[in-house]
Nanobody, 126 residues
Framework: QVQLVESGGGSVQAGGTLRLSCAASAYTYSRRWLAWFRQAPGKEREGVAATASDGSTRYQESVKGRFTISKDDNKNTVALQINSLKPEDTAMYYC????????????????????WGQGTQVIVSS
């Protein structure tokens, strides 16, 4: 059973930095993706960043330059570094993994992902 556990969320002021982490267990990362999604209150869940085992990455346009996704293959973890936090970044952040291979073009599409963590809350105050 694949398990994804997120950590690192918190309450910060605008302009601050957070580093989220996702630990994946029982998941074969080879040729597959791990991604970060977020869901703000009253909004749909959206993909913000994804990384594949070959080093490919993809970012939502609105977070490019502020979000950085990285992986540690030895620890089977994926991190999301968020710089220059904005109030609109306030959301529950989820780690997700697909059942199998998905193309780069669909790496931020929610329904391509089967496994989800419980989420970690990020609150940014102005």
């Amino acid at each position: 059973q694949v398990q994804l556990v997120e950590s690192g969320g918190g309450s910060v002021q605008a302009g601050g930095t957070l580093r989220l982490s996702c630990a994946a267990s029982a998941y074969t990362y080879s040729r597959r993706w791990l991604a970060w999604f977020r869901q703000a209150p009253g909004k749909e869940r959206e993909g913000v960043a994804a990384t594949a085992s070959d080093g490919s990455t993809r970012y939502q346009e609105s977070v490019k330059g502020r979000f950085t996704i990285s992986k540690d293959d030895n620890k089977n973890t994926v991190a999301l570094q968020i710089n220059s936090l904005k109030p609109e970044d306030t959301a529950m952040y989820y780690c997700a993994a697909p059942l199998g291979w998905i193309p780069l073009s669909r790496s931020l599409v929610e329904h391509e992902y089967k496994y989800w963590g419980q989420g970690t809350q990020v609150i940014v105050s102005s």
